[in-house]
């Protein structure tokens, strides 16, 4: 049995399985045994599942990026103004958005690879400007379809395709396209850490920096690029943010960063680099979000959610600490 639960995929897939044996029981009348109930669910993580994506990427070098809410809200303010507000072509709001988003997680990586800047103090600073940026470009308000004029007056702008689409369902309305977009996601990332050299470089980097900088890993160009690359996966979460409440709120992806945190600790990536994967990542959405659905259909309230979710947070990393030091 210890050696099982020394592998973090064992432990992973044994929570996820301990949170579906717990839907099973508290089923609230058989509703956890609806399709309609699990669809939701990934529906509900998906935007959490692609920012944990990009942090996967981030924390496997040993860092941390607390900044992709603040970048979720300011991509998802970007894209909105420029696809209602000037009526840009979808192609170019999309472009436009992921861009600002990547700017953020370069200027991130920028301090942490160039600058040498612990990533906690880089990725803070980045959360408050990022946030700033959003209200800055959104005036302070949330950016819908009601586009003021010059007399001041309001007209309602219908939403451009564009949002429409991330917001519909394929398949007979079965899977979200939000959940298509996190699973194209998670696959990119995976061909990224195991199928390319920078993946290889990444692992290196957290598991021992210096010895990878005289092993001539490009070391700051490896973590420059894994901020970026978190930076773009705040972007997308972002444009699917925005397409869910058909608005730019630059308050949106308040502690998002935590969550996406908590999925890859729980999944069984180290925090202190090196060791991990997106696949771990996956389940430790998975498990994050149907405990909060089991929650939620047995009427539990969200103080108590919210407890008993950061309760087990540190459960996981507690256990996890255990099975490494055995």
Known sequence: ??????????????????????????????????????????????TYGILACGMTVVIITGGIDLAVGSVLALSAVLFTKLSIHYDWPPAAAVAGALAGAMAAGFLSGTFTARFGVQPFIATLAMMVFARGMAKWVSGGEKVSTYVQQTDGSFSYEE???????????????????????????????WVLLSRLRWGRYLYAIGGNEEAARLSAVPVRAVKLLAYSYSGLLAGLAGLCQAAQEMQGDPEAGVSYELTAIAMVVIGGTSLMGGRGGVGLTIVGALTISYLEKILSINAVGEANRLMLTGAIIVGAVLFQRSQNNA
Do not use: C, Y
């Open 1 to 46: 049995m210890k050696k099982f639960f020394a592998h973090p995929a064992a432990r992973a897939l044994f929570a996820l399985l301990l949170v579906m044996i717990i839907g099973s029981i508290f089923n609230a009348d058989e509703t956890f045994f609806k399709w309609g109930t699990h669809r939701d669910t990934l529906r509900q993580m998906s």
């Open 159 to 189: 939403p451009p395709a564009i949002m429409n689409f991330l917001n519909s369902g394929l398949f007979n309305n079965n899977i979200a396209v939000v959940t298509i977009l996190f699973a194209i996601s998670a696959l990119v990332t």
